[in-house]
């Protein structure tokens, strides 16, 4: 199993890959006159080139992660999902249950937001929204989903796909309710991903709902969905910094898990 607290040695700066070489840099002094390059009077060719200089400037992977053990790692994955996600919290990883879903619409068109992992059991990954929003059409027309977490202080990733269901509304309002006032408040603004017509309007709707969160806590928000989405596929990212990321794959065939390592 991963050992969080066995470090591995990041190279010097200059080993790494990504790198930026300064060989390989545009002569920015023509049209970068200075960092306000950035700034919104830049002209567009400087205000291109500060922008993917920012780009090129940026790091990943440089820092120390913790090692990966796909040996040790159990035969079922959600055990190591568990101990990644605590993992993470444990380093300090701001919001490490917030995760990407995806979701396809009828056509196959894609589209992926952010949410709330709500638990993570032997059903599967559990998540809440309104039924009617455009990710909960988009379930009803194809169940089937991707989520991702990537956890930067730890140089993680993971990926799961799976089969969504849909819980039912006493399920649904009880995960809803035992959340905080402002889930609630939040939910039952309700019309997510309608189309608003002012902020004054939203204003209006989220100072009623928080008053009626507060008054009636057990609030029933009809909409509001418990989804579950069992997993098929789980793949377990652990970067490193000379790029020799370890990838385990986990697939669900035949009534059990089958693990599998992948080319990074
Ligand atoms: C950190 C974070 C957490 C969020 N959590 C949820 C959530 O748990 N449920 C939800 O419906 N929307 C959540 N949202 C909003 C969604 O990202 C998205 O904007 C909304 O659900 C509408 O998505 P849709 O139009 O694709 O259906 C969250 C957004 C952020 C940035």
Redesign the pocket.
């Known amino acids: 199993m991963a050992d969080p607290t066995a470090r591995q040695d990041a190279p010097p700066a200059s080993d790494s890959p990504d790198s930026p070489d300064a060989s390989e840099s545009p002569d920015a002094s023509d049209s970068l006159d200075s960092p306000d390059s950035l700034d919104d009077d830049a002209s567009p060719a400087a205000a291109s080139l500060a922008f993917r200089e920012l780009l090129r400037g940026l790091r990943v992977w440089d820092t120390e992660l913790p090692s990966f053990d796909p040996a040790q790692a159990p035969a079922e994955p959600l055990p190591l999902f568990r101990q990644w996600l605590r993992e993470a919290a444990e380093a300090g990883v701001p ?1 490490p249950h ?1 995760m990407t879903l995806a979701t396809a619409d009828a056509a196959g068109a894609p ?1 992926v ?4 992992l709500h638990d993570a059991d032997e059903r599967g990954w559990h ?4 039924r009617g ?4 059409r988009e379930l009803a027309a194809r169940p089937r989903a991707a989520l991702g977490f990537y956890w930067a202080a730890v140089g993680r990733q993971i990926r799961i796909r799976g089969t969504v269901t849909a819980a039912d509304p006493a399920e649904s309002a009880a995960d809803l309710h035992r959340r905080s006032p402002g889930a609630l408040a939040a939910a039952l603004v309700g019309h ?2 309608e189309v608003l017509g002012s902020l004054e309007e939203l204003a209006h709707a989220s100072d009623a709902a928080w008053e009626r969160a507060r008054r009636e806590p057990d609030a029933p928000v009809p909409s509001w969905t418990l989804y579950v989405l069992r997993a098929e596929e789980i793949e377990f990212f652990q970067g490193d910094a000379r790029r020799r990321h370890v990838r385990l794959n986990y697939r669900y065939e035949g009534g059990h898990w089958e693990k599998e390592l992948l080319w990074p």
């Not at 937001?113 to 709330?116: F, G, I, Y």
């Not at 998540?127 to 309104?130: A, I, K, P, S, V």
Request: charged share 25%; glycine share 12%; net charge positive.
């Open positions: 919001e917030t589209s937001r952010t949410l709330m998540f809440g929204t309104h929003s455009r990710k909960g997510q991903s």
